[in-house]
């Protein structure tokens, strides 16, 4: 069973995930990754739920085309779908985690402190929901901490929120708080998170006759996964860490 700060954080995402629009987009990035752009339209379903309907699929994309977050390109005579310098965009900002993952620690953590009046409870509990998007994780009570340089996009929400005031955000170069990949999983529930990445390799890996259904639904579950994943670096991570394998596993049979 996930933390409750988790479960939380499942429930928010998952909500994104939801959209038929972001999914589709998620799809065209290839599963957050834009190094291969152009997709056959028909292959993104994959990403896609895997009872979501054929019809269902082609309002979606007939909608992201509407809104200039996807366009259609043409490739040696077949047509492709291909997210747009406004997709990108707004993907990178409703899942701003997700595009940190191929960068390398700058060995510093971003700490942050807040100090909100129990009669502020609902600004308190928005404000904990963007730590968790962003990926903190609680050190102590109003403390929280994050490997990610994501100093621009918090400071941008806290001056956007009016809360400049009641958060205070630093970096450190040294948590002095014993070994690091001990204290990363005493916040985060690696151990739950490592066990279900491991249960889908396993799965994906167990016979390589699965369904296209099957498949579509063991991508999904990687989703749910990736999203509640604080995509720790690789440093911190233990080193049975089963993420980048399913990760692989699933980009070589898309």
Not at 29 to 44: K, M, S, T
Not at 123 to 138: D, P, V
Not at 178 to 198: C, F, H, M, S, T
Request: charged fraction near 30%; hydrophobic fraction near 40%.
């Amino acid at each position: 069973m996930l933390r409750s700060s988790y479960v939380e954080c499942i429930l928010i995402l998952m909500r994104k995930l939801l959209r038929p629009g972001d999914l589709l987009k998620l799809g065209l990035a290839e599963a957050f990754d834009f190094y291969q752009e152009l997709r056959d339209p028909l292959g993104l379903g994959q990403w896609l739920s895997y009872n979501y309907r054929r019809k269902n699929f082609a309002a979606t994309v007939k909608r992201e085309l509407k809104t200039g977050d996807i366009e259609k390109v043409q490739k040696n005579g077949e047509i492709y779908l291909r997210l747009t310098t406004n997709g990108k965009k707004k993907i990178i900002r409703d899942f701003p985690l997700l595009f940190l993952t191929n960068k390398k620690w700058d060995d510093k953590w971003r700490v942050v402190i807040y100090d909100i009046a129990e009669v502020s409870r609902s600004i308190r509990q928005n404000l904990r929901r963007k730590l968790q998007e962003l990926g903190f994780g609680m050190i102590q009570k109003s403390v929280w901490v994050s490997p990610h340089d994501i100093v621009a996009d918090f400071t941008e929400y806290l001056e956007s929120k009016k809360l400049t005031d009641m958060v205070f955000m630093f970096e450190a170069k040294k948590l002095l708080a014993g070994d690091e990949k001990e204290l990363v999983r005493k916040i985060w529930p690696l151990e739950e998170i490592n066990k279900q990445y491991a249960d889908i390799y396993a799965h994906a890996t167990h016979d390589d006759r699965h369904t296209q259904s099957v498949m579509n639904k063991i991508r999904q579950d990687y989703l749910k996964v990736l999203m509640v994943d604080p995509l720790l670096p690789k440093e911190l991570l233990p080193d049975d860490w089963m993420g980048e394998k399913v990760k692989e596993l699933l980009m070589g049979g898309s």
